[in-house]
């Protein structure tokens, strides 16, 4: 996910505008935004009301849903397979991605970053490595699916060495997702506005093609990578599914079908904004309004896709009932008053397979003695 909306230098204008109109642009400093070219006081303050409300909101419903995640994992799933893993890290880049949201939220509320110049890289670390982490980790969790249910007789044979390859693989995705944040890292800087504001921005100088290759790269790692690997899989995994005989068949296939099709439903907007700043980038697109359209767009899309991080309790966790039984379980030892009353699923299915172990048992028993 690029930066949010407020980095957007004026740098990145020019193509939009014809220069004999705006002959004013050239004596600007980098970190004044377009919308002040405009003047666009609308734009701006919905901007400073909008998305600190969404970002507000996205932190405080995905910190509670990925925090219980990870509380649920450590105190129960214990030793980690390479499911339970993936969906720890799941959460640890989800919450890294979660914590730079309060600084992007003052940040566009004041349009002016407040904070020491160390912290501009360190947010945009912990906002990048979030969104790489979030990406990769879920196409390892997909792959590992798409192992175990395929590729069963190779799943089996690497079986004893599970614990050492998952902790390998897990740090060889954080080791590839700073990698692939480290320029955006680099770039990040604080400069000052000729309006006396402090900017949190990405400040390419002379290495424009650094900016074309940022999106290009979040096109093909943040999304057709990932929406290939997805289909690939789910489309070898599904038939396989639906050949066996167990009744919970077409849950595991709906929860499938879910999986790809949130994914496709909120990143494929932003990743729409993101193929026409290219574009933009590129000069194809230089009507006088292109950048305007393109500023209120991207905050769109980007609120869209930071939902994402608040689903993924849901849909990997949450949506099993041994993990949601595991969630409750928890949710009565905090707080007894509110949930002390609530009975899980589990404990009355295993009265039900105890009752029928007994009869079971009754039934075996006496056969014998008449035998005898």
Same mark, same amino acid.
């Given at each position: +996910?690029?930066?949010?909306?407020?980095? $957007?230098?004026?740098?990145?204008?020019?193509?939009?505008?014809?220069?004999?109109?705006?002959?004013?642009?050239?004596?600007?400093?980098?970190?004044?935004?377009?919308?002040?070219?405009? /003047?666009?006081?609308?734009?701006?303050? =919905? /901007?400073?009301?909008?998305?600190?409300?969404?970002? /507000?909101?996205?932190?405080?419903? @995905?910190?509670?849903?990925? @925090?219980?995640?990870?509380?649920?994992?450590?105190?129960?799933?214990?030793?980690?397979?390479?499911?339970?893993?993936?969906?720890?890290?799941?959460?640890?880049?989800?919450?890294?991605?979660?914590?730079?949201?309060?600084?992007?939220?003052?940040?566009?509320?004041?349009?002016?970053?407040? =904070?020491?110049?160390?912290?501009?890289?360190?947010?945009?670390?912990?906002?990048?490595?979030?969104?790489?982490?979030?990406?990769?980790?879920?196409?390892? +969790?997909?792959?590992?699916?798409?192992?175990?249910?395929? &590729?069963?007789? #190779?799943?089996?044979?690497?079986?004893?060495?599970?614990?050492?390859?998952?902790?390998?693989?897990?740090?060889? $995705?954080?080791?590839?997702?700073?990698?692939?944040?480290?320029? &955006?890292?680099?770039? /990040?800087?604080?400069?000052?506005?000729?309006?006396?504001?402090?900017?949190?921005?990405?400040?390419?100088?002379?290495?424009?093609?650094?900016?074309?290759?940022?999106?290009?790269?979040?096109?093909?790692?943040?999304?057709?990578?990932?929406?290939?690997?997805?289909?690939?899989?789910?489309?070898?995994?599904?038939?396989?599914?639906?050949?066996?005989?167990?009744?919970?068949?077409?849950?595991?296939?709906?929860?499938?079908?879910?999986?790809?099709?949130?994914?496709?439903?909120?990143?494929?907007?932003?990743?729409?904004?993101?193929?026409?700043?290219?574009?933009?980038?590129?000069?194809?697109?230089?009507?006088?309004?292109?950048?305007?359209?393109? &500023? +209120?767009?991207?905050?769109?899309?980007?609120?869209?896709?930071?939902?994402?991080?608040?689903?993924?309790?849901?849909?990997?966790?949450?949506?099993?009932?041994?993990?949601?039984?595991?969630?409750?379980?928890?949710?009565?030892?905090?707080?007894?008053?509110?949930? @002390?009353?609530?009975? #899980?699923?589990?404990?009355?299915?295993?009265?039900?397979?105890?009752?029928?172990?007994?009869?079971?048992?009754?039934?075996?028993?006496?056969?014998?003695?008449?035998?005898?």
């Amino acid at each position: +996910m690029g930066r949010p909306w407020a980095e $957007v230098p004026l740098s990145e204008a020019p193509n939009c505008f014809p220069a004999d109109n705006y002959s004013e642009y050239g004596n600007l400093v980098p970190g004044v935004y377009a919308p002040n070219i405009f /003047s666009n006081s609308n734009v701006m303050d =919905f /901007s400073r009301v909008f998305l600190p409300t969404v970002y /507000s909101i996205v932190f405080i419903v @995905g910190f509670i849903g990925n @925090g219980l995640v990870l509380c649920v994992l450590v105190k129960y799933h214990k030793p980690f397979n390479m499911s339970d893993l993936c969906l720890f890290n799941l959460a640890i880049s989800d919450l890294l991605f979660l914590i730079s949201l309060p600084f992007w939220a003052d940040y566009a509320a004041n349009s002016n970053w407040a =904070f020491p110049e160390f912290m501009c890289q360190a947010v945009t670390a912990l906002y990048m490595l979030g969104f790489y982490g979030n990406i990769f980790f879920m196409i390892l +969790m997909t792959v590992d699916r798409y192992a175990v249910i395929v &590729h069963t007789s #190779t799943s089996l044979i690497l079986k004893h060495r599970s614990v050492r390859a998952s902790i390998a693989l897990a740090l060889f $995705v954080w080791t590839l997702s700073l990698g692939v944040s480290l320029p &955006h890292i680099i770039f /990040s800087k604080v400069n000052n506005t000729l309006e006396n504001e402090t900017k949190c921005m990405l400040e390419y100088s002379e290495r424009k093609v650094w900016k074309s290759f940022h999106y290009i790269e979040l096109n093909i790692l943040g999304f057709i990578i990932p929406l290939s690997v997805m289909l690939f899989c789910y489309s070898r995994i599904i038939p396989i599914l639906m050949t066996m005989q167990s009744q919970k068949k077409h849950k595991a296939v709906r929860l499938m079908v879910v999986l790809v099709t949130v994914f496709f439903l909120f990143w494929t907007p932003y990743n729409i904004v993101i193929f026409l700043m290219f574009m933009q980038e590129l000069g194809y697109m230089t009507s006088r309004h292109c950048y305007q359209d393109l &500023h +209120m767009a991207i905050q769109w899309v980007e609120c869209i896709a930071f939902c994402h991080c608040c689903l993924n309790p849901i849909i990997y966790a949450f949506v099993g009932q041994k993990f949601r039984n595991l969630f409750l379980k928890i949710l009565k030892e905090w707080f007894p008053l509110c949930f @002390g009353h609530c009975t #899980t699923v589990e404990s009355k299915s295993s009265e039900r397979t105890t009752s029928r172990y007994s009869r079971a048992s009754m039934i075996s028993s006496t056969k014998a003695k008449l035998k005898v």
